[in-house]
């Protein structure tokens, strides 16, 4: 086994856009690792953080940071794997569907790519497309939203 150097980009491009901190394939004597974790030199000084006084334009900003943002309604599709999805079916085609289109159940919505295999993504609810929480192309997580849907 061996990859170019365009496999190995694409590879450390995925571990980065995923949740794991490594990745390791070894094939008789070809071997890659690669790894998100830091090996990072422990030092035992004290550190000494200066205190400024907080003036009005920060604590207006703090206030603000502290409202909840108001909870998003609809119900969400998920991905059920890791890997990249495809919002079209083909690279030239439209998208599988666009903010405020109809989506009923058992609809094809997504692809998701995992190790070559396509696998087609369905509703499992039935209304209108509120929000596109995904790029095309993108790498997912397991269970990262990819469509918020308000049921009619």
Do not use: C, W
């Not at 571990?15 to 990072?40: A, C, I, M, P, T």
Request: hydrophobic share 40%.
């Amino acid at each position: 086994m061996s990859l170019n150097i365009e496999e190995i980009r694409g590879l450390i491009a995925d571990l980065e856009n995923s949740s794991l901190r490594e990745f390791k394939v070894v094939d008789g004597e070809f071997s890659l690792h690669l790894s998100k974790n830091k090996n990072e030199a422990v030092v035992n000084a004290p550190v000494q953080t200066p205190v400024a006084a907080p003036d009005a334009a920060t604590s207006e900003q703090a206030q603000v940071a502290a409202e909840p943002e108001t909870p998003k309604t609809g119900t969400e599709i998920v991905a059920p794997m890791v890997g990249t999805v495809y919002l079209q079916p083909k690279p030239d085609a439209p998208m599988f569907k666009q903010v405020g289109d109809k989506v009923s159940v058992g609809e094809t919505v997504a692809v998701i790519e995992a190790m070559k295999l396509m696998t087609e993504i369905h509703s499992e609810v039935s209304g209108t497309v509120a929000e596109i929480l995904v790029a095309n192309e993108e790498v997912v997580d397991y269970n990262k939203p990819l469509y918020r849907i308000t049921t009619d």
